[in-house]
């Protein structure tokens, strides 16, 4: 079946260790995202990928890394630079960038 | 600045009292509007994209509509199992450095009681 794989589902992290959320797809896509959902708010855009070895940041990119060395993964680290990690973790992909998203299962990461 | 506000945050339903949920927009020449159903601790689900003001959408008890400033959901005689968060996002026209970015809503709180 194709689709989107986030791994894990949860995760917990100390403060101060950076953490790498997984994203893959089988869906032949050329677009991947990575948001984060907070509750009571709407998911914010971290980073976005249009082709492989190229990603843009998006609204709240600060103390996040991500990388694109394959079409189907586009991984996203959590450094000890982002204040307040505790969040659910979306991830997306879209056909073309035109088109809207469809998304993974989430990734929901707790600092203890 | 893309703007999508969501009315009301919460909405509860007695099962078959049908209603309607709103999404408003400020976007820089609209290239699609979007609909998804997230259920509790799981990744929305796509429902409909419209990309122009007439357009409308079907599924099952679900309707979207569209217009230059908004977009409503319409629930027909819900059911229980309709009960979700259901979120609306915007899709700007090319150029920019927000280029195929979705900007989300807040999202309305659905629940739907037997």
């Known amino acids: 079946d194709g689709g989107i794989t986030q791994s894990p589902k949860y995760l917990f992290r100390k403060e101060g260790q950076n953490v790498t959320l997984s994203c893959e797809q089988n869906l032949n896509h050329d677009a991947m995202y990575w948001y984060r959902q907070d509750p009571g708010q709407g998911l914010r855009l971290i980073y976005y990928?249009?082709?492989?070895?190229?990603?843009q940041k998006g609204d709240i990119a600060e103390g996040y890394s991500v990388s694109r060395e394959k079409k189907e993964s586009f991984p996203l680290t959590v450094t000890s630079a982002q204040k307040n990690p505790t969040a659910f973790y979306l991830c997306?992909?879209?056909?073309?960038?035109?088109?809207?998203?469809?998304f993974g299962q989430g990734t929901r990461l707790t600092v203890v | 600045e893309d703007q999508v506000t969501q009315s009301p945050e919460a909405l509860r339903l007695q099962e078959g009292e049908s209603s309607s949920l709103n999404c408003s927009y400020t976007v820089s020449g609209l290239r699609g509007l979007f609909w998804y159903r997230q259920d509790p601790g799981k990744g929305p689900e796509f429902l409909f994209t419209l990309y122009s003001a007439g357009e409308e959408k079907e599924k099952e008890r679900l309707k979207a509509t569209l217009t230059k400033k908004e977009s409503f959901l319409h629930i027909t005689a819900p059911k229980p199992e309709d009960s979700a968060t259901y979120l609306c996002?915007?899709?700007?026209?090319?150029?920019?450095?927000?280029?195929?970015?979705?900007?989300f809503g807040q999202g309305t709180i659905l629940t739907v009681h037997p």
């Open positions: 990928s249009q082709i492989v070895n190229d990603f």
């Open positions: 996002a915007v899709q700007a026209n090319a150029g920019g450095t927000s280029y195929g970015k979705l900007t």
């Open positions: 997306a992909s879209s056909i073309h960038r035109s088109l809207g998203a469809f």
